[in-house]
């Protein structure tokens, strides 16, 4: 089994700063893409930001400029550095990767979609 447990969440005043971290544990043989994704309340979820395991990055581009992911390939980890946080950035993060769980499936190039149960931000004074 593959977990991923995010942090960091909290209440921020507009302007302010957060950072979120996710830690990917379990049966785990390489990952893929890192992400963050949110959902606002009446609100699809949306793709914030992603990370290849080469640290290639792409950004939604509401937030580009004021959110920085990065990840550590050797403690399988995902971070979200976000500032200027705005009232429209408040949602439930969930952190997303694309893990491989045996050496078969990543010879393979299988890799299964896993989630955080989510971490909330809400920004407001």
């Known amino acids: 089994q593959v977990q991923l447990v995010e942090s960091g969440g909290g209440l921020v005043q507009p302007g302010g700063s957060l950072r979120l971290s996710c830690a990917a544990s379990?049966?785990?043989?390489?990952?893929?893409?890192m992400g963050w994704y949110r959902q606002a309340p009446g609100k699809q979820r949306e793709l914030v930001a992603t990370i290849t395991s080469g640290g290639r990055t792409n950004y939604v581009d509401s937030v580009k400029g004021r959110f920085t992911i990065s990840r550590d390939n050797a403690k399988n980890t995902v971070s979200l550095q976000m500032d200027s946080l705005k009232p429209e950035d408040t949602a439930i993060y969930y952190c997303?990767?694309?893990?491989?769980?045996?050496?078969?499936?990543?010879?393979?190039?299988?890799?299964?979609?896993?989630w955080g149960r989510g971490t909330q931000v809400a920004v407001s004074s």
């Open positions: 379990g049966s785990i043989f390489g990952i893929n893409d």
């Open positions: 997303n990767a694309d893990i491989y769980t045996s050496y078969y499936r990543r010879n393979q190039g299988v890799a299964g979609a896993y």
